[in-house]
């Protein structure tokens, strides 16, 4: 088993878009056929993938999907939910968990923790129908890590989609810092995906003895913000449609001829294109990646 094998099909499992996981995996199974134990050895990149994408999963014998992340792992592929006060092994390469055991999480955040889950809990069912979220302290114990995900597949039209928002709340400095992503891929007569990723600072929260008044303006703070930044895409997006994509469809020639490819370096499209036209990146800085 060389190095670079193993490097690609982790390159490969950390790079797997939203809900196509199994995709993947099915997909190297048939290219490394001759490697059979390949997969096996990449153990730490499922493990990335699925904390940093804050993979959800459902418990065995109950409905509720839980999520799996860097701040509620207990270590030894066993996580925990504050909700369920429970504790569960999740195996990385398969998604799946079993062995539920009690938990009791110990936090001197306490009751500021349940506060936020609960407008936590308004704020996603308002705004994120499919979603799993969760509030954990951080291993300090001086953070609390805001976690939601989105997720909304749809492979028979050939796309799926995922929203991640991770805010880290420091109640002694009342400040929140973190990130949002958002991950689409469209795959029908092609291979297209979309990411976007908005740090976040933000800082000026209420303070207040009131655990609930605190939580409050936590979330009020961060609802403010993503309704601001997807206001920010759905501009961005319009610009690309009505701006850039639309000047590129008018400078290409209308021959009603096949491109002869063969031919293709007496086509001087390009030139013009380079000229006359913004690039997507400074078009829409800082908004999206367009993969193609």
């Known amino acids: 088993m060389s190095s670079e094998s193993k490097n690609a099909v982790s390159a490969f499992v950390e790079g797997a878009p939203p809900g196509e996981l199994g995709d993947v995996v099915a997909d190297i199974k048939a290219l ?3 490697e059979p134990n390949l997969l096996q050895s990449v153990g730490p990149a499922f493990q990335k993938y699925n904390e940093e994408q804050l993979t959800t999963v459902k418990l065995p014998g109950s409905g509720q999907s839980v999520l799996v992340s860097s701040y509620n792992s207990l270590g030894d592929g066993r996580y925990y939910d504050v909700e369920s006060k429970s504790s569960f092994l ?3 390469t398969t998604q799946k968990a079993s062995t539920i055991q009690p938990f009791n999480l110990e936090t001197k955040h ?3 923790l349940i506060s936020i889950l609960t407008y936590l809990s308004t704020h996603a069912h308002e705004h994120y129908p499919a979603s799993t979220f969760s509030v954990f302290p951080t291993s300090a114990d001086s953070v609390l890590a805001i976690t ?5 597949y ?3 039209n050939f796309w799926n989609g995922r929203w991640r928002s991770t805010y880290l709340y420091t109640p002694s400095s009342n400040s929140i810092s973190g990130t949002i992503n958002i991950d689409v891929h469209y ?3 092609g291979n297209v995906r979309l990411t976007a990723r908005k740090p976040v600072d933000i800082s000026g929260i209420a303070s207040s003895a009131d655990s609930s008044a605190a939580a409050k303006d936590v979330m009020r703070q961060i609802g403010l913000l993503e309704k601001n930044y997807q ?3 759905n501009r961005g997006f319009g610009t690309l449609n009505e701006g850039t994509f639309k000047g590129l469809r008018r400078t290409l020639p209308v021959t009603r001829q096949k491109v002869e490819w063969e031919k293709v370096g007496n086509y001087r499209v390009s ?4 000229e006359s036209h913004t690039s997507l990146s400074q078009v829409c800085p800082k908004l999206v990646e367009v993969k193609v």
């Open 231 to 233: 206001e920010e895409l």
């Open 90 to 92: 999740f195996d990385h």
């Open 154 to 156: 749809s492979p028979s």
């Open 32 to 34: 490394t056929i001759g």
């Open 187 to 189: 795959y029908e007569d």
């Open 110 to 112: 306490g009751v500021l």
């Open 148 to 152: 939601l995900v989105s997720n909304k």
């Open 271 to 274: 030139d013009t294109v380079s």
